[in-house]
């Protein structure tokens, strides 16, 4: 929560509220406001896609004699959608090449295993592994 100025519904912090009444004394915890200013409730961030969308605050609206902040939903431009999508296909494509370098640590042993036992079903299975994600890289 924080407090808002409704002069000019501004958010201002505790410590500037008191700055401006000077000459009044407070409590600790401040439970009502001096005429023109008011409690401001937070409310929660609106659903978005973030890869086109983004959110901004919005007006403020009083509902049921309190104050809270609003947020509005916009869809972003080609070029910051277009970035999205570049760097959530890097994510990917990083978490793939770890997922690949994970399994390649354990190959090691799976081939050492076959050497041992002639049994390639393993060293197969992963090598399948890494052939399906190799796949999935984009």
């Known amino acids: 929560m924080t407090i808002l100025r409704l002069s000019d519904m501004q958010e201002i912090n505790e410590r500037q509220y008191r700055a401006?009444?000077?000459?009044?004394?407070?409590?600790?915890v401040i439970q009502e406001y001096e005429p023109g200013y008011a409690a401001c409730f937070h409310?929660?961030?609106?659903?978005f896609d973030p890869a086109?969308?983004?959110?901004?605050?919005?007006?403020?609206q009083q509902i049921?004699?309190?104050?809270y902040d609003q947020y509005e939903v916009y869809a972003l431009d080609?070029?910051?959608?277009l970035a999205n999508q570049e760097a959530a296909k890097q994510l990917a494509n990083d978490s793939?090449?770890?997922?690949?370098?994970?399994?390649?640590?354990?190959?090691?042993?799976?081939?050492?295993?076959?050497?041992?036992?002639?049994?390639?079903?393993?060293?197969?299975?992963?090598?399948?592994?890494?052939?399906?994600?190799?796949?999935?890289?984009?």
């Open 78 to 81: 080609e070029a910051a959608v």
């Open 20 to 28: 401006a009444f000077p000459q009044i004394s407070m409590p600790d």
């Open 96 to 138: 793939i090449k770890q997922q690949i370098a994970e399994i390649e640590k354990g190959q090691a042993r799976a081939v050492r295993e076959a050497a041992l036992t002639g049994d390639k079903t393993y060293l197969q299975s992963i090598e399948d592994q890494i052939t399906v994600l190799r796949a999935q890289l984009q």
């Open 52 to 60: 086109t969308q983004s959110y901004r605050k919005g007006e403020y």
């Open 43 to 47: 409310s929660p961030l609106p659903l």
């Open 64 to 67: 049921s004699g309190k104050w």
